[in-house]
């Protein structure tokens, strides 16, 4: 029975180690991660500086040996704190608006034409409307905003 529990326990390691690689590599070449967090006109010292604050600069082994430790840890994103601060530092950037929505933080900027939306740890941006920013609706993506954060 001993030497059949430790089999299972070696082959439970190996399909860890397994879906461990494979989700770092699908994390890791689906995109850059950098691309896809800041806006098209964001200047290229800035992507740098958030690339080397998230530990893209890295080599992959060392991405990889960090990513595993911290799954070993259970770490699997930032904390709340950290969510908030993000949260509230965007919302410095830009000419803003608080929201009243229930259970969750919003705010509305004019200058992007954008609801911004957090609650726990989730962050979501909605833009609703024509293009053009200065036609879309507050009231329409608060709306949107409110349905949204029932369901999160």
Not at 11 to 23: E, K, L, R, T
Not at 64 to 77: D, L, P
Not at 83 to 108: N, V
Request: charged share 25%; aromatic share 10%.
């Amino acid at each position: 029975m001993l030497a059949f529990t430790l089999r299972r326990a070696i082959q439970a390691i190996g399909v860890m180690i397994a879906v461990g690689v494979i989700s770092f590599s699908m994390f890791r070449f689906a995109g850059d991660p950098v691309n896809q967090m800041v806006g098209i006109d964001t200047p290229y010292a800035e992507r740098m500086e958030i690339r080397k604050s998230l530990g893209l600069d890295d080599p992959v082994l060392v991405q990889f040996a960090r990513y595993f430790a911290n799954a070993a840890q259970f770490k699997f994103g930032k904390t709340e704190s950290e969510t908030q601060k993000a949260f509230d530092d965007h919302r410095m950037q830009f000419q803003t608006k608080p929201m009243l929505i229930s259970g969750a933080e919003a705010f509305w900027s004019s200058k992007t034409g954008q609801m911004n939306l957090r609650k726990g740890r989730a962050w979501v941006t909605v833009s609703v409307g024509p293009q053009k920013l200065n036609e879309r609706d507050l009231n329409d993506a608060k709306k949107l905003a409110e349905i949204l954060a029932k369901k999160m």
